[in-house]
T-cell receptor, first 115, second 110 residues
Framework: NAGVTQTPKFQVLKTGQSMTLQCAQD?????MYWYRQDPGMGLRLIYY???????DKGEVPNGYNVSRLNKREFSLRLESAAPSQTSVYFC??????????????FGPGTRLTVT | SQELEQSPQSLIVQEGKNLTINCTSS?????LYWYKQKYGEGLIFLMM?????EEKSHEKITAKLDEKKQQSSLHITASQPSHAGIYLC??????????FGKGTRLSVIA
C-alpha cells in the first residue's frame, strides 16, 4: 500500500497563477483533509471531506477550493496564487470523521512557493 | 474553538538523556494524538489516548493523558539521534477534525 500520496512535491508559482494539488489514498478511508503548515503556526486545516460527496471549510479556507473527486482522491485548487499561500501543504485521510475517532494518516507534503 | 498549547517550543538534549513534552488543551479532550515529523517530511502517527489516566508506550516513548483529560505528556527515555524531529499533539473535540498544537522541535546531540 502506498498510503497517502501527493503531487507535486515541489512547486513554484507566480502571483496570480493557478494550480491544483492532487491527493490520493489507497486505504479505503472515508474522510480526507487538507492542511497547511507554516513556521510558528503549526498545522492549520484548510478544508476537509468527511465522506465522498461532502466538503467543509476548516480554519483557513480563503483563497482555496477543493474537490472530492471520488473516495480515493481529494484535490486542492488555488485559483489565483498569492505570496501568503507560500507554505507546505499536507493531505491526510482517516477511516472516518467524528466520534469515535480514528488516527489520520498524512502524505509527504507539497512545498509551494509563490513569488 | 479548541486550542492546544505545546511546551517547550524547542528542546536540545544530549543523547541518552530523558525528556518530556507537554500538550495542554483549553477544553476537555475526547482524544489526544501524538505525531512525529522528521524535517521536511510528513507526519507519522505515534499514539492515541482517549481515557483519563491512560498511558501508552511504544519503544522508548511513553504518552499519558491526565485524569481530567486536559493535559498530555510525551516522555522519551534515553534519547537517541533517531528521536530528533518535530512532535505535534492533535486533539479531537468529538465532531470536528483534529486541531494541532504548534509543535515541539527536538534536537538530540552527541
Amino acid at each position: 500500500n502506498a498510503g497517502v500520496t501527493q503531487t507535486p512535491k515541489f512547486q513554484v508559482l507566480k502571483t496570480g497563477q493557478s494550480m491544483t494539488l492532487q491527493c490520493a489514498q489507497d486505504m479505503n478511508h472515508n474522510s480526507m483533509y487538507w492542511y497547511r503548515q507554516d513556521p510558528g503556526m503549526g498545522l492549520r486545516l484548510i478544508y476537509y471531506s468527511a465522506s465522498e460527496g461532502t466538503t467543509d471549510k476548516g480554519e483557513v479556507p480563503n483563497g482555496y477550493n477543493v474537490s472530492r473527486l471520488n473516495k480515493r482522491e481529494f484535490s486542492l485548487r488555488l485559483e489565483s496564487a498569492a505570496p501568503s499561500q507560500t507554505s507546505v501543504y499536507f493531505c491526510a485521510s482517516s477511516y472516518k470523521q467524528g466520534w469515535p475517532s480514528y488516527e489520520q494518516y498524512f502524505g509527504p507534503g507539497t512545498r509551494l512557493t509563490v513569488t | 474553538s479548541q486550542e492546544l498549547e505545546q511546551s517547550p517550543q524547542s528542546l536540545i538534549v544530549q543523547e541518552g538523556k530523558n525528556l518530556t513534552i507537554n500538550c495542554t488543551s483549553s477544553k476537555t479532550l475526547y482524544g489526544l494524538y501524538w505525531y512525529k515529523q522528521k524535517y521536511g517530511e510528513g507526519l507519522i502517527f505515534l499514539m492515541m489516548l482517549q481515557k483519563g489516566g491512560e498511558e501508552k508506550s511504544h519503544e522508548k516513548i511513553t504518552a499519558k493523558l491526565d485524569e481530567k483529560k486536559q493535559q498530555s505528556s510525551l516522555h522519551i527515555t534515553a534519547s537517541q539521534p533517531s528521536h530528533a524531529g518535530i512532535y505535534l499533539c492533535g486533539a479531537d473535540s468529538g465532531n470536528t477534525p483534529l486541531v494541532f498544537g504548534k509543535g515541539t522541535r527536538l534536537s538530540v546531540i552527541a
